[in-house]
């Protein structure tokens, strides 16, 4: 006959959830855990759990009956409290029993419409940020929410410390929301100049977080960068594997380089660091590092990641991180036969699970350093025309035909699809692109007398997107083209007279 209080229920979730934090605290910013990396806990009583979530049905319920009676204060934090619960047990690992994670959805949504009335009134900073770090981290949310939370968090913006902007910055990036609360993020946190800046008392975690947020966003605030590199350098000691990887990713995201760059090298290559880092972490890792276009020093460090992670756990690397650490050592001009055999042979055994751009990338990269560039290549081409190319950006179809041409495999299977989706989306091809696929198509290229009516459509269609656009690249190139086809064509006559 007991029937706990919202208070009780809250408690209890709490002590289940604090039990199982190591699940999501910081490396949350990752996409995903990596295989045979889970932190594996005791698997919960799935029926006890099911009871208690039912009070908290039934809690919630009674709440939201009485929110217009008073006691705001006390609901809002016990539900921002129940929110972070329900989050972190959402990726209890092992997973929950399936009857009770059925559940959740409808609870976040009673937590929605309980917490909506009270947002701009009754709750307190830490309360706001608590509850938009849950909702985004479950997944759940409407945005009129996530909005109506920021609108809170600006009107006691002087209020809030180094964990609340945090928290609301991952909130908003996780959700894709920019809301007018970061354009002041910066203002206040380095308002009382740089002694007394309240980024002083960023920890490390907050630093990362922050910096993860802006860059997910594409919000280019300089100044704050500035700042926070300095506190990230002062700090530098103090960062997570995965908090020193998403800081460095997000200066990257920016073309931000960062002057804790050097420090933080240094960190990774010495003690054991670098052995703590999983497939995510290092694939982030170098492609910040190839974005920033490091200077040579930093082939000694693409060498040591190659030693201590990438040839250790090659078979653990998912699609994205095997495009990312191969775009990463081609770009860099890295060479390591080593690395591209083995994530190469990765690829091609689970080539269907890539994204085209990811697929276009990794074909790019084998091409470039002459590794594993004909069957990649190959396996890419016939990967590519086994989906509907219309959900290619023309970028990866453009660098895809690139790269079999540098494989000495010139790209006839691709060349009429891709003409076809010239036609039918013209505009979305731009001047690179065009450019870089009149260069594919040159009759030294390795195109047969059979393919010459192939290509001259090709042609065809790219001169008619040059004489319609302003696109000075692909004009060039035309240019070029025409002048070697009428110098072959001089030469050929005075050799024949």
Known sequence: MFQPDM??????LNALAKCNQDTWQQTSVFADRNEGKQHHLPGLDGSKLLHLLEHLDKALSRALASVQTGGGQDLSRQLASTAWALASLARWQPPLPAEVTALLPGLFARIEDTAGPLIRDWFEPHNLSLLAWALARAGVGAISLFRNIGNAALE??????PKEFANLTWAFATVKLKHDFLGQVSERILAEGSRQSLLLDFGEQDLSTLTWGFATLRLKDEQLLRAVAVQAEAKIHEF????????VWGFATLKVKPSFLPSAIERFQTGKTSDRLEPRGCSMLLWSMATLRHDEK???????????????LAQQFHAQDTS???WAFATARVQNQAVFQALAGRALRDIGSFTSQALANVAWACSKMRAADVEIADAATIEALRRPLRTWSPQALVTLCWASA????????LLGPVTDEM???????????LATLTLVLQADRGWGPEDEKLRRAALLRIAAEA?????PRTKHMLKVLEDRNNGDAKSRGVRKS
């Open 298 to 312: 930093s082939e000694l460090f693409y060498l040591h990641l190659a030693d201590r992670c990438i040839l250790p």
């Open 240 to 247: 997570s594997v995965p908090g020193l990887v998403c800081t």
């Open 406 to 413: 540098e494989a000495k495999i010139p790209p006839v299977r």
């Open 7 to 12: 208070a009780d229920v809250d408690a209890c």
């Open 467 to 471: 004489s319609r656009r302003v696109l």
């Open 156 to 161: 006691r913006i002087d209020q809030l410390g």
């Open 423 to 433: 036609r039918s989306r013209p505009n979305a091809f731009n001047d690179v692109d």
């Open 324 to 326: 990312n650490c191969l």
